[in-house]
């Protein structure tokens, strides 16, 4: 409980945390379940409440390429993602950058990075066994 919070980002907080790890949901699913909670919650009201809870580093905001819209998970370790190419689904895979890879990269180009992704993209092991 973030005391903080208003009342409805509470509850998109409390939303996306109860998805937990590996589940992405996108705006319109979270919308969906917080009227079920709170009946009338606007979907501009969702979207500014995931907004400012990325901002506040609650949770995570997934943008990935190909992805039809961005999606929202539980702040944690940095990680990838994979994208079925044939469903669309996301899946986190646990692979991030080695710092020191981010440090060289950096250092060799003059610029800070401030953050990565990392985005593999191919067929899901349900999608790879229907077309054999």
Known sequence: MHPSLPKNYQLIYD????????????????????????????????????????????????SVPGAPAATYEPAGPQHAHFRCTVCNGIEDIAFALPKRTIANLAAERGVTIESESVTFEGRCARCSSRLQ
């Open 15 to 62: 939303l996306v945390q109860e998805s937990g790890r590996g589940r992405h949901l996108t705006p319109s699913e979270i919308h969906m379940k917080a009227l079920a909670r709170q009946p009338g919650i606007g979907l501009t009201t969702v979207y500014r409440g995931l907004e400012r809870l990325r901002d506040l580093g609650l949770i995570s905001e997934v």
